[in-house]
C-alpha cells in the first residue's frame, strides 16, 4: 500500500512510519565526544604546564626510573593535550581525520598522564573517550572542507601566539625553582628561545629547567609540524562553476527565469552547484566557514526542486556543513520547509516597481522629482542601454571607474550581486550610466562618467538591480536619478518589472514607527535604527520607499536556532561585510578625489546578510 503525503513522492506507509520513527541524524554523539575532547585536552594542557601537586605511591617508583621520563611525559602531555583542542571542533562536525587523529592521541595522552602525575581518573577518561570515538567511529564520515594553504600561514600566527602565551605560563609556574629574579623580558625570551630548542636566560634547579625546556621545545614542534602540514597537503579548493553548469545553468535561466528575481546571481562564478537527478532544477552553494549556503530559490522547475534541494542536503551531510538558505522567497520557504523540516524566518524585503505603474508625478514623488530636476540643470544626462550595445572601450571604462569607486577593498556580494560587468556572457544585461557634459577626463577614472547602475535580466520582461557605484566628487542624488531614468526606460527595453534594493527588516521598521505601536516593536525598531549607523538597514529601506514598491518578503531557511549565530556570521563573510581572512599581499593605497561625499544607501544590491 502508498500513498502520497504533503506532496512528498508516493511512499508505503510503514516506511513513512520508519522514517518518523528513526527520527533525525543522530548528533549527541559526536557534539558529546568533542565536548568532551575539549575537557581532556584541557586537562592534559594543565597536567604538563603545571608542577605535580602531590606525590603519590607510585612517584617513589618513577624517581628510579630513567631520568628523562618527567620531561618527556609533560611535553608529551602538553602536545597531546593542545591537539586535542584543535580537533574538538573538526570531531563535532562528524570529521573522519579528526576522529584519526584523535583516537591517536587519545592514547599518547593518557600514558602522559600516567607517567608524569600518576592520575588514574585522568587516564580512565582518556581511554573511555577514546572507546567510545572507536564505538561510534560510523558517525564519523564527513569529507573535508574546502581549502587553501593560506591557513598555513593563519595556523603559524595563532597557534604561534598561543603557544608564545603558553609558554610565558609554563615559565612562571615554578617560582620556587627559579634561580634569581628574572625580568618578564628574560622569562619571555627563554620562552622564544625554548620554542626553538635553545637554552635561555632563566635557570631552575633539579630537574625543573628539563621539563620547562621539553614543555617549550614541544609547543615550538607542534606549531612548526602543524604549520609545515598545512602548507603541504593537498589543497581542496572552493566549488566553482564550470562552462558546463554555467551553460546548463543559463538553459534553465532562459526556461524559468522569470519566476526568482535572484534567478541570475546564480551565474556567479565562485559558487558551486548541484542539480536535481532530471537536470530541471539546482540549487547554487557557497561553503562558508563550515556553512553551506545556498542563495534565493532553486533554479528551475518547481517540479524538480525537491530532488535538487534533497541533492544538496546530501552534499551538506556528507561534509558536516550547516545547510541554509539566504534570501529566498516565500515560494521556495515553502517548499524548503517542506521537504527538509528546517524552519523559515522573514529577514526583510525586496522593493520590486512595476514600470506600468511608476510616475514623476504626484506629491508622493515631489522629492524625487526635485532631486532629479536639479541634477539635470546641472548639466548630467543619462543613458540606459543593453550591455551588448555598449562597445568594448565603453565597457572596459565602465568596469575601471566602477572598481576605482567601491567604497571597500573587499568586494561585497553574494546572494544578490553577479560581481562582474560586461562580460560577454552577460549581453542582456542593463547599465545606466550619468555623464556630466563638459567635464573633462584629467580629475576622474571615468571621465565624463559619474555614476553606473548595473542591472541583470529577470527573465524575458524584468531586470534587477546588481550594483550601484558613483564618483564620490559627483553630486549628491545620482542613484536616483539613474534609477529613475532605467525605469522610465524600461519599456523601450521590454522590461515591466525592476527589482531594486533588498531592505532588512523592512515589516518592523515600518511597523514600530507607526502609531500605536507598542513598547517591544518600538524598542526592536530603536535597536534596528542604531545598528544602521554601521548596517545600512534603515538608509537602505527610506531609500528604497521614495520610488513606491511593492514589498516582496524574503526568508533565511535554517535548521535550529542555535545555528543562527553562525549562519549570520558565515552570510555577512560571504557579502563581505566581515572579513576574519588574514590580509592578502600589500595593496597600495589609492586616494580619494578631494571633496568626496559620504557613502550612498548601497553600493551593491545588499542582500540577506
Not at 483 to 504: C, P, T, Y
Request: glycine share 10%; aromatic share 8%; net charge positive.
Amino acid at each position: 500500500m502508498s500513498v502520497t503525503l504533503d506532496g512528498d513522492k508516493s511512499v508505503s506507509v510503514p516506511q513513512r512510519v520508519r522514517r518518523l520513527l528513526r527520527g533525525p541524524r543522530p548528533e549527541s554523539v559526536p557534539a558529546l565526544v568533542g565536548t568532551a575532547c575539549t575537557v581532556v585536552g584541557l586537562i592534559d594542557v594543565a597536567a604538563g604546564v603545571f608542577p605535580r601537586f602531590r606525590h603519590s605511591r607510585m612517584h617513589t617508583l618513577a624517581e628510579v626510573l630513567p631520568g628523562a621520563l618527567g620531561p618527556f611525559a609533560a611535553a608529551l602531555s602538553l602536545s597531546a593535550g593542545m591537539l586535542l583542542l584543535l580537533l574538538a571542533h573538526g570531531l563535532k562536525r562528524h570529521k573522519r581525520r579528526a576522529w584519526r587523529a584523535a583516537v591517536i592521541l587519545l592514547p599518547a595522552g593518557a600514558v602522559a598522564q600516567f607517567a608524569y602525575r600518576h592520575s588514574i581518573v585522568g587516564v580512565l577518561v582518556s581511554l573511555a573517550l577514546c572507546w567510545l570515538l572507536v564505538r561510534h567511529r560510523d558517525q564519523f564520515r564527513a569529507l573535508p572542507d574546502p581549502r587553501s594553504r593560506w591557513r598555513a600561514l593563519a595556523n603559524f600566527v595563532l597557534l604561534g601566539a598561543g603557544s608564545l602565551g603558553l609558554g610565558l605560563i609554563i615559565v612562571s609556574v615554578h617560582p620556587g625553582r627559579v634561580v634569581g629574579d628574572p625580568s618578564i623580558a628574560d622569562r619571555l625570551q627563554h620562552v622564544l628561545y625554548g620554542l626553538f630548542g635553545v637554552e635561555g636566560p632563566v635557570g631552575y634547579a633539579g630537574r625543573t629547567g628539563w621539563t620547562v625546556a621539553y614543555s617549550l621545545g614541544a609547543l615550538g614542534l607542534l606549531t612548526a609540524v602543524t604549520t609545515i602540514y598545512l602548507a603541504f597537503r593537498p589543497e581542496h579548493p572552493a566549488a566553482r562553476l564550470t562552462e558546463d553548469d554555467e551553460s546548463r545553468l543559463r538553459a534553465l535561466l532562459e526556461r524559468h527565469g522569470g519566476r526568482d528575481s535572484l534567478g541570475h546571481f546564480a551565474l556567479r562564478r565562485d559558487k558551486g552547484v548541484v542539480f536535481s537527478p532530471s537536470g530541471k532544477a539546482a540549487v547554487c552553494y557557497r561553503v562558508v566557514s563550515g556553512v553551506m549556503l545556498a542563495g534565493g530559490d532553486p533554479i528551475g522547475d518547481v517540479e524538480a526542486w525537491p530532488g535538487a534541494i534533497e541533492r544538496f542536503m546530501d552534499e551538506a551531510q556528507a561534509h558536516s556543513w550547516t545547510p541554509a538558505v539566504m534570501g529566498c522567497s516565500e515560494t521556495g520557504g515553502q517548499v524548503w520547509t517542506r521537504e527538509t523540516g528546517l524552519t523559515a524566518l522573514e529577514l526583510g524585503d525586496e522593493a520590486v516597481v512595476d514600470v506600468a505603474d511608476f510616475s514623476l508625478a504626484g506629491r508622493a514623488m515631489r522629492n524625487v522629482r526635485q532631486m532629479v530636476k536639479r541634477i539635470e540643470r546641472n548639466g548630467y544626462e543619462t543613458r540606459v542601454r543593453r550591455a551588448r550595445d555598449i562597445g568594448d572601450t565603453e565597457l572596459d571604462r565602465i568596469r575601471r571607474a566602477a572598481a576605482e569607486w567601491r567604497g571597500t577593498d573587499t568586494e561585497r556580494g553574494f546572494s544578490m550581486a553577479l560581481g562582474r560587468i560586461g562580460d560577454p556572457a552577460d549581453g542582456d544585461c542593463v547599465i545606466a550610466t550619468a555623464h556630466l557634459t563638459g567635464s573633462g577626463t584629467e580629475d576622474s577614472p571615468g571621465g565624463d562618467l559619474k555614476a553606473v547602475l548595473h542591472f541583470v535580466p529577470w527573465g524575458p520582461d524584468g531586470m534587477s538591480l546588481e550594483l550601484m557605484r558613483r564618483d564620490r566628487s559627483a553630486d549628491p542624488g545620482m542613484n536616483e536619478l539613474l534609477i529613475v531614468a532605467s525605469l522610465q526606460a524600461a519599456e523601450r527595453l521590454g522590461v515591466a518589472r525592476v527589482s531594486l534594493n533588498f531592505a532588512m527588516f523592512r515589516s518592523a521598521l515600518a511597523r514600530g514607527e507607526r502609531l500605536g505601536a507598542g513598547p517591544v516593536l518600538r524598542c526592536w525598531r530603536g535597536l534596528l535604527v542604531f545598528l544602521s549607523r554601521w548596517f545600512q538597514i534603515e538608509s537602505l529601506y527610506r531609500f528604497n520607499a521614495k520610488f513606491k514598491p511593492r514589498w516582496e518578503p524574503r526568508f533565511v531557511v535554517f535548521r535550529t536556532s542555535r545555528d543562527l549565530p553562525r549562519i549570520g556570521i558565515a552570510a555577512m563573510r560571504a557579502e563581505g561585510f566581515v572579513n576574519l581572512s588574514l590580509p592578502r599581499p600589500f595593496r597600495p593605497h589609492r586616494p580619494r578625489p578631494c571633496g568626496h561625499t559620504p557613502r550612498t544607501p548601497s553600493e551593491h544590491k545588499v542582500s540577506a546578510a
